[in-house]
């Protein structure tokens, strides 16, 4: 559960870099796209775990 806490934090960074640098925008939007993932990625398989 920690990895996951800290990919989340790494991603949501990238996309807050990536909108305060207006050439970076690209970079925004793939650490939104890995933020979304690695979120629903963890809700399954903690869902996974109580089964």
Same mark, same amino acid.
């Given at each position: 559960?920690?990895?996951?806490?800290?990919?989340? /934090?790494?991603? +949501? &960074?990238?996309? %807050?870099? !990536?909108?305060?640098?207006? =050439?970076?925008?690209?970079?925004?939007?793939?650490?939104? /796209?890995?933020? +979304? &993932?690695?979120? %629903?990625? !963890?809700?399954?398989?903690? =869902?996974?775990?109580?089964?």
């Amino acid at each position: 559960m920690g990895i996951l806490v800290l990919l989340l /934090v790494i991603w +949501l &960074a990238l996309s %807050v870099l !990536g909108f305060v640098v207006k =050439g970076l925008v690209w970079l925004a939007i793939i650490g939104i /796209v890995l933020f +979304l &993932a690695t979120g %629903v990625w !963890g809700y399954f398989r903690r =869902g996974a775990n109580r089964t």
